[in-house]
């Protein structure tokens, strides 16, 4: 018997003696709280995204759709990016043609192998402004979970508004359950007991999310 038999056979066993009529798990637990706090439209809400965001210790751009591969190429020339991850389904146009080599995403690829890129350029599936949180669900333009854990920086683009919604409540309902998501709430970073702030630790020491579509306010 394997282990997935084995837990499955238990989970069997416990719902032995569930009645038949007994309420639904939907219908059990009440969803009577707020789906948001506060009205806000939608301009002050993506202002709340950027404030959330920034305190986070994300570095937030805003630019429109003509100056986004502009933005992107100054991005990874500060950073001095020799390589990066380009996920299958990234527009081709937000990536600069004489940038940086680009790497595929490939699932035979290593972790040292992702370890030599400099840089991984992603879209979002969509960014929560209560939490200044991005969500991640591995689309095409994101591509595999492990290449924004491994590079050191993590380029992040998001379309606003209509990527951006007010809560968490707001952001599972539009997203999908069934995909691989991770949510990011800035750069990776991790405190001892002293409270000593040590960032890269699960992920990208440095987190710049650009907001696409709207000029700042």
Known sequence: MSSRERVLGRVRRALAGTPEDDTPYERAVARDYLREHGGRTAGETVDLLAENLADYRA?????????????IARLLAERGARQVIVPPGLPPAWMPADGPARVE????????????????????????????????????????????????????????????????????????????????????ATSDIELDRVEGVHGPRTLEVVLVGQPPS
């Open 59 to 71: 570095i937030v751009h805003r630019t429109t759709d003509g100056e986004l591969p502009a933005l």
């Open 105 to 188: 995403d490939r699932a035979v690829s290593t972790p040292r192998e992702l370890d030599q890129a400099d840089s991984v350029v992603t879209g979002c599936a969509l960014a929560v402004a209560e939490t200044g949180t991005l969500v991640l669900d591995g689309s095409p333009d994101q591509g595999r979970r492990r290449i924004t854990l491994v590079p050191d920086h993590h380029i992040c683009v998001v379309r606003v508004p209509d990527q951006v919604v007010s809560s968490v409540p707001q952001a599972l309902g539009r997203l999908d359950p069934t995909r691989p998501l991770t949510w990011i709430s800035g750069p990776s």
